[in-house]
């Protein structure tokens, strides 16, 4: 059975995340991802296999509590090449999110679109890089702790 593409948008907007990692000073890498328990991994391939790219990785939590084995493991299913993100954009872009998702999606497709020039603005690019920090508590720490030591590192 193949999903419909709004129950795609609709799971997206409670558990994707549309985020990067930082790979150097003038590097940043987007990724789509879902997480979901174990108990859903037959899900999880379901949407893999509706979007036909990306792979799903197994996760077991370091710190488990005597009978909660079974809800702390989880499966990810991320997508990270630039290519295969293409295919992403597409669904979301045919398919809005119309929840609180809506505002970082359309930032982490704009440093996407970015990412598809030959000459990436740095400035516009960790502009958005912040913009979408911003949204997401996780990256927020992580970038601003990046930021401060390389201005740290500038100044010394």
């Known amino acids: 059975m193949k999903l419909d593409p709004w129950y795609i ?3 997206s907007e409670r558990e994707a995340a549309f985020t990067y990692s930082i790979a150097s000073k003038k590097r940043v890498n987007l990724y789509f991802a879902i997480r979901l328990t174990h108990t859903d991994a037959l899900l999880l391939k379901e949407i893999k296999d509706f979007f036909g790219v990306g792979n799903i990785y197994h996760v077991k939590a370091s710190k488990l509590t005597s009978n909660s084995d079974n809800i702390n493991r989880t499966e990810y299913y991320r997508v990270t090449n630039l290519n295969d993100l293409a295919v992403i954009v597409r669904h979301f ?5 119309h ?3 809506k ?3 359309e930032i982490w ?8 020039e030959d000459n990436i603005s740095q400035n516009v690019l960790w ?4 913009a979408l920090s911003l949204l ?4 927020q720490n992580s970038f601003m702790k990046k930021s401060f030591t390389e ?3 500038q100044n010394g």
């Open 9 to 11: 948008t609709g799971i």
């Open 93 to 97: 872009d045919a398919y809005p999110i």
């Open 99 to 101: 929840g609180r998702k």
């Open 103 to 105: 505002h970082l999606y």
């Open 109 to 116: 497709k704009n440093i996407y679109l970015l990412k598809q």
């Open 127 to 130: 502009r958005l890089v912040y």
């Open 136 to 139: 997401t508590t996780k990256n």
């Open 151 to 153: 201005k740290d590192e």
